[in-house]
T-cell receptor, first 112, second 122 residues
Framework: SQQGEEDPQALSIQEGENATMNCSYKTSINNLQWYRQNSGRGLVHLILIRSNEREKHSGRLRVTLDTSKKSSSLLITASRAADTASYFCATDANNAGNMLTFGGGTRLMVKP | DTEVTQTPKHLVMGMTNKKSLKCEQHMGHRAMYWYKQKAKKPPELMFVYSYEKLSINESVPSRFSPECPNSSLLNLHLHALQPEDSALYLC?????????????????????FGSGTQLSVL
């Protein structure tokens, strides 16, 4: 079953612009992760934010988490053509053990 | 070495064939996973091994048979597949999830994914 829902499903921007993707989830979580996937390839971990954190930065990435609204956002600043990929949020529901569930994903296209 | 290696990269098989997908990691991770991903969809969890024991089976049909022969290897044996089983099969590994000291399951760990096996069932 899908825990997270992401929007938009697809996003097209120009190089240099910022890209914002949102993720909503249904049950309480321990933490939330964001992954990136280039077409037909494996996923690459970008950032993990714990349920007691509100904001986290990593390079050009900024992630926020609002547990009261059960939502998270991923901001990519100063986007590059190489950022073109699908981005997934992933959550572990409390007491779900090793079960990480992925949202539907946002397909980002950055035009040069 | 922070790689998860999957072989083969591509596989075409008939519905009566038996084949195996292989996954290997040398990061000392004691949790390994199989995910199935259809085009433009998120990965869906199939199996989780923790300390070489099957801990999660997400109601996967018996034509998919996982095996974890040791802490570095994970196999997925395929038999009598259907065309709808065509997908990208992803292997991943991580440190096992553990209690965070407050009685709650977590602290979550990030997953390291292989590049996947693109499977086509004819």
């Amino acid at each position: 079953s899908q825990q997270g829902e992401e929007d938009p499903q697809a996003l097209s921007i120009q190089e240099g612009e910022n890209a914002t993707m949102n993720c909503s989830y249904k049950t309480s979580i321990n933490n939330l992760q964001w992954y990136r996937q280039n077409s037909g390839r494996g996923l690459v971990h970008l950032i993990l934010i714990r349920s007691n954190e509100r904001e986290k930065h990593s390079g050009r990435l900024r992630v926020t988490l609002d547990t009261s609204k059960k939502s998270s956002s991923l901001l990519i600043t100063a986007s590059r053509a190489a950022d073109t990929a699908s981005y997934f949020c992933a959550t572990d529901a409390n007491n779900a053990g090793n079960m990480l569930t992925f949202g539907g994903g946002t397909r980002l296209m950055v035009k040069p | 070495d922070t790689e998860v290696t999957q072989t083969p990269k591509h596989l075409v098989m008939g519905m009566t064939n038996k084949k195996s997908l292989k996954c290997e990691q040398h990061m000392g991770h004691r949790a390994m996973y199989w995910y199935k991903q259809k085009a433009k969809k998120p990965p869906e969890l199939m199996f989780v091994y923790s300390y070489e024991k099957l801990s999660i089976n997400e109601s996967v049909p018996s034509r998919f048979s996982p095996e974890c022969p040791n802490s570095s290897l994970l196999n997925l044996h395929l038999h009598a597949l259907q065309p709808e089983d065509s997908a990208l099969y992803l292997c991943a590994s991580s440190h096992p999830f553990r209690f965070d000291g407050t009685g709650r399951y977590g602290t979550n760990e990030k997953l390291f994914f292989g590049s996947g096996t693109q499977l086509s069932v004819l």
